[in-house]
């Protein structure tokens, strides 16, 4: 099971950062994110790891221990469309209105289905 160090390289690599702009979003120094991608793969202290986990937009206990939080809304479910919003994010709205709106269409259809 992937550590730390793993889990904080791949979700720095998957939010399309390099380590010196994730130090700098994080508001650490890069040689202390070097301590804890490194040889030593050090964990770092509670204030910090809450710094890189607001910067990558996680939670501390995913980041620390690879378990999710439960929130009042489960949010697991959601994850494996992660790449579909970040792609979404970077369209302009004309052209993220009417995908919307096609996939509100097809799950009222579905829920439809349900219902019968």
């Keep these: ?3 730390f160090s793993d889990r904080l390289r ?5 939010a399309g950062l390099n380590q010196k702009e994730f130090a ?3 508001g650490i120094k890069k040689r202390a994110l070097d301590g804890y991608l490194g040889v030593q793969k050090s964990m770092p202290p509670a204030d910090v790891a809450i710094k890189m986990a607001l910067a990558l937009g996680l939670s501390v206990e995913y980041l620390v221990s690879g378990r999710e939080v439960k929130k009042s809304v489960d949010i697991s479910k959601y994850l494996q469309f992660r790449d ?3 792609d979404l994010a970077v369209l302009p ?3 993220v209105i009417p995908i919307k709106m ?4 097809a799950a009222d259809q579905e829920r439809r289905k349900k219902r019968r």
Excluded: H, K, T
């Design 93 to 95: 709205d004309e052209m």
């Design 1 to 3: 099971m992937p550590g």
């Design 84 to 86: 579909v919003l970040d």
């Design 102 to 105: 096609m996939i509100q269409s």
């Design 24 to 26: 700098a979003r994080a």
């Design 10 to 14: 791949s979700e720095i690599e998957y």
